[in-house]
């Protein structure tokens, strides 16, 4: 593992009991950062949190009190926040858009899009008063290209696209840094979510002929949140083993 300098900044995490922000979350301590974990799971972000030295909280991304909640007791917790990564998401039903249930679409995209959304609301402003931030937004490769059968979280995905470009321009002349990446499919808890067919597909599209390792997804991140992100802002990076065409 090669050395990534987060000494002595925090970093909050949203979703970060399990899978991608695991180990997103784990990268980040081995680089020296203090972590806070954020999760609608209170119990698996309690025992992340003591395992790796942090701060655990209950949220759910939809809800601007709670995160609001949240920064507030992990900045008494750890400190002033440097690092955010919006990890949190779901798939979704994999259904066609013709038969898309309409529940689930404003779900997922309450949950992927506005989540994001909120959490980098909440967490601008003291960055700006410190001028310094890094933001991490995890979108998806089927924010690109859209994949079949997934129409609410391609469109999720696709619009924390636009809305780190946005964010990255509006931050542009602060000392905050807004990116994203698009990775294809890592192999998480978030496959049960997903049809056979579904996952088969992905597989398919990866000219490595495998899924993403969360780790290798993690690196990335970690990289993206430390000071040597200085000049990449409202960027998107790939972690998608050659899938990715633009």
């Known amino acids: 593992m090669n050395a990534l300098d987060l000494q002595g900044r925090v970093a909050v995490v949203t979703g970060g009991a399990r899978g991608i922000g695991l180990a997103i979350a784990e990268r980040a301590v081995a ?14 972000a309690e025992a992340v949190a003591s395992r790796l030295g942090g701060f655990a909280a209950k949220v759910d991304v ?5 995160i609001l909640a949240a920064l507030a007791g992990t900045e008494k917790a750890l400190g002033p926040v440097d690092i955010l990564v919006a990890n949190a998401g779901i798939t979704g039903p994999n259904a066609p858009v013709e038969s898309y249930p309409v529940d689930a679409w ?12 909120l959490c980098c609301r909440a967490v601008v402003p003291g960055m700006r008063a410190r001028d310094y931030g890094r933001i991490v937004n995890i979108a998806s490769i089927a924010g690109k290209e859209g994949n079949p059968n997934a129409a609410a979280y391609s469109a999720a995905k696709a619009g924390v696209i636009g809305l780190t470009k946005s964010l990255g321009k509006e931050l542009a002349t602060t000392g905050v840094r ?7 499919a890592a ?15 992905m597989l398919s599209k990866i000219p490595a002929g495998r899924f993403a390792l969360v780790e290798e997804i993690a690196a990335l991140v970690c990289w993206l949140a430390s000071e040597d992100c200085s000049f990449s802002t409202g960027g998107v990076f790939d972690v998608s083993g050659g899938r990715a065409t633009y």
């Open 178 to 184: 807004a990116n994203c990446v698009t990775p294809a």
């Open 31 to 44: 680089s020296g950062a203090k972590v806070a974990i954020w999760d609608v799971d209170l119990a698996e």
């Open 187 to 201: 192999k998480t808890d978030i496959f049960k979510q997903m049809t056979e067919a579904q996952i088969g597909y």
């Open 106 to 117: 404003r779900q997922v995209i309450e949950i992927d899009l506005t989540g994001v959304f």
């Open 62 to 66: 939809t809800e601007e009190a709670a």
